[in-house]
Nanobody, 115 residues
Framework: QVQLVESGGGLVQPGGSLRLSCSAS????????MSWYRQAPGKEREVVAG???????YYADSVKGRFTISRDNAKNTVYLQTNSLKPEDTAVYYC?????????WGVGTLVTVSS
């Protein structure tokens, strides 16, 4: 079965960086696009960044120039490098896969940006 396991969250000061990882299993990773979403307290879940199976990337306007999504097909892992973090980036970050019309989610990793 499909499994998505996020890691790398934590507490960081404004201006700091974190690298989030999502380890995937249960499907042919290299055949699918992957994306990162986030959900801040009291807000709806929103897309942050995505990467197609061929490596094309896209970003929400709020993170362009600060976040970078990448993938390592040999490790079945997708990454989100987050730089210049702001308090408004505080959220639970989720890895997402859509496969044959079904959406899969990890349990999320919490990123807290605070001084």
């Amino acid at each position: 079965q499909v499994q998505l396991v996020e890691s790398g969250g934590g507490l960081v000061q404004p201006g700091g960086s974190l690298r989030l990882s999502c380890s995937a299993s249960g499907f042919t990773f290299s055949d699918y696009g992957m994306s990162w979403y986030r959900q801040a307290p009291g807000k709806e879940r929103e897309v942050v960044a995505g990467i197609t199976f061929s490596g094309t990337t896209y970003y929400a306007d709020s993170v362009k120039g600060r976040f970078t999504i990448s993938r390592d097909n040999a490790k079945n892992t997708v990454y989100l490098q987050t730089n210049s973090l702001k308090p408004e980036d505080t959220a639970v970050y989720y890895c997402h896969l859509r496969r044959t019309g079904v959406a899969y989610w990890g349990v999320g990793t919490l990123v807290t940006v605070s001084s």
